[in-house]
T-cell receptor, first 112, second 112 residues
Framework: DGGITQSPKYLFRKEGQNVTLSCEQNLNHDAMYWYRQDPGQGLRLIYYSQIVNDFQKGDIAEGYSVSREKKESFPLTVTSAQKNPTAFYLC???????????FGDGTRLSIL | GQNIDQPTEMTATEGAIVQINCTYQTSGFNGLFWYQQHAGEAPTFLSYNVLDGLEEKGRFSSFLSRSKGYSYLLLKELQMKDSASYLCAVRSFKAAGNKLTFGGGTRVLVKP
């Protein structure tokens, strides 16, 4: 089945540690997005990529980094510079420009 | 910038109708999306409006008035499984990458 796979479902980070969240899609979508969601809040855009080997900062990119070496994959690294990383992270992808974004099941990141 | 407002919480009875309003301020409006999100899960796409009027999809309908910067999502014949958060998201053609800006979400509680 086609879809967006995020892993792991739960992730714990120690202070000063970088962690990487995986996002893979087999929908052949060009555009991919990373969002952060805090309890009771809407989604805020971290990074997005419209095409392989290109990505742009979203509204809250500080403390995060991404890569887009393959069309199917858009991993997000939460660096030690992100001082408040505890949140629900959602990856999304989109087909054409008038198509809706479709989301993976999310990764919940917590600090140990 | 963009500003999106929706009520934080609503309660309704099983079998009834609930209307979730969303008001927005944006330049270069290029579409409004509604998503449903159950607690701890990914948002799922419900509807898309880019022209004024009503879009109906089974028990769910969405309305848009561009001149008023206003949309609503109408849920009919409410079922217990409709208890979820409903996210309004706006796209602007002035925003690179077809980015969406999300409201904070409306949590709907359906009571027996």
């Amino acid at each position: 089945d086609g879809g967006i796979t995020q892993s792991p479902k739960y992730l714990f980070r120690k202070e000063g540690q970088n962690v990487t969240l995986s996002c893979e899609q087999n929908l052949n979508h060009d555009a991919m997005y990373w969002y952060r969601q805090d309890p009771g809040q809407g989604l805020r855009l971290i990074y997005y990529s419209q095409i392989v080997n290109d990505f742009q900062k979203g509204d809250i990119a500080e403390g995060y980094s991404v890569s887009r070496e393959k069309k199917e994959s858009f991993p997000l690294t939460v660096t030690s510079a992100q001082k408040n990383p505890t949140a629900f992270y959602l990856c999304a992808s989109r087909a054409g420009s008038n198509q809706p974004q479709h989301f993976g099941d999310g990764t919940r990141l917590s600090i140990l | 910038g963009q500003n999106i407002d929706q009520p934080t919480e609503m309660t309704a009875t099983e079998g009834a109708i609930v209307q979730i309003n969303c008001t927005y301020q944006t330049s270069g409006f290029n579409g409004l999306f509604w998503y449903q999100q159950h607690a701890g899960e990914a948002p799922t796409f419900l509807s898309y409006n880019v022209l004024d009027g009503l879009e109906e999809k089974g028990r769910f309908s969405s309305f848009l008035s561009r001149s008023k910067g206003y949309s609503y999502l109408l849920l009919k014949e409410l079922q217990m499984k409709d208890s979820a958060s409903y996210l309004c998201a706006v796209r602007s053609f002035k925003a690179a990458g077809n980015k969406l800006t999300f409201g904070g979400g409306t949590r709907v509680l359906v009571k027996p």
